[in-house]
């Protein structure tokens, strides 16, 4: 119990946005993807995901870990099946905003998104790293009562203390999520597996390094430095203990730096790519289309569309 406590102390949780909605007519994502962690309660109507055959229902609440791209279906019969990107213009064709009160009210099938952060050590992301899939959590109304007064919280006009509530609400999100894990025992193993970074200071040091200096020299020769092993040895260590080499760890932190300067600034794409590590904007583009799958400017495009 102390290890599963040591994790959770770890993890920090950002909360990202919130939203009601109700399903206009049936449609099908072919590839939803977010960097982060994504919950759907469904309150009236059904969701399928992935090839499962059993849909989530009423009272259940679907979880896609961040960094992992799922096919989504809302609803039965016919239906439109298209990209994400397209789903983002066309969102209120499928999916229509509606407020809390009128969750109460509307008799369509409807559902309450939520998305955050996880990271262990500000720098990991947690659920995503244990390389587990989307899974239905039936059953809990803890879970589902904490999803509904964080979508109530963030709707709500400005009222004192209504940061420091969210945090706290998403924070008793994550936990709960964590505790339904060990209690069901989901992904015991991988849980255990996957997090030797807990266990490894020169791992961890690697880590803050490289959060710290996203922009910089990130070689194996300045890691080995960090974690005084030697420059042959540092690659092997680091994909011994995470699973992955250095290099793409590194692009994949970079990759996220980057989407999280799109979010929040109005840099140029050249700027960005500079900022986290790419001397060469071209190559920049390249990378990040080839693991996103849309150019970087698109992705700031949907990135500031309204959110469902």
């Not at 099946?81 to 369509?108: A, G, N, P």
């Not at 952060?117 to 390389?131: A, G, H, Y």
């Not at 699973?243 to 932190?253: A, K, R, S, T």
């Amino acid at each position: 119990m102390e290890y599963y406590n040591k994790i959770v102390e770890s993890l920090g949780i950002r909360f990202s946005k919130a939203g009601n909605s109700k399903q206009v007519k049936p449609f099908t994502i072919m590839d939803y993807y977010d960097v982060d962690n994504t919950v759907i309660l469904v309150h009236n109507g059904e969701i399928f995901f992935d090839e499962e055959e059993e849909p989530v229902r009423e009272g259940d609440i679907l979880f896609i870990p961040g960094g992992r791209a799922t096919k989504l279906t809302y609803g039965n019969g016919k239906k439109n099946e298209m990209s994400y990107e397209d789903f983002k213009v066309d969102k209120r064709k499928y999916l229509q905003s509606i407020s809390f009160h009128d969750l109460r009210e509307v008799r369509e099938e409807k559902f309450t998104t939520i998305t955050f952060e996880t990271k262990v050590f500000d720098v990991v992301n947690f659920f995503s790293s244990l390389s587990i899939p989307p899974f239905v959590i039936k059953f809990n109304d803890k879970i589902a009562y904490i999803i509904e007064e964080l979508a109530k919280e963030s709707e709500g006009t400005q009222q004192v203390g209504k940061e420091r509530i969210i945090q706290v609400t998403a924070e008793s999100l994550v936990i709960e999520i964590v505790r339904h894990i060990l209690k069901n025992r989901l992904f015991v193993e991988e849980l255990t597996t996957n997090s030797t970074y807990f266990k490894d200071p020169r791992l961890i040091a690697m880590f803050n390094h490289i959060k710290q200096n996203i922009g910089g020299d990130l070689s194996n020769k300045v890691l080995a430095k960090v974690a005084n092993v030697s420059e042959d040895y540092v690659g092997q260590y680091f994909k011994m203990l995470t699973g992955i080499n250095p290099q793409d760890y590194i692009e994949y932190q970079r990759m996220e730096a980057a989407i999280n300067l799109l979010r929040t600034t109005k840099d140029s794409i050249r700027d960005i790519g500079r900022k986290v590590g790419y001397k060469d904007t071209a190559y920049f583009c390249r990378r990040f289309k080839m693991m996103y799958g849309i150019p970087a400017g698109k992705m700031r495009r949907r990135e500031t569309l309204i959110n469902v």
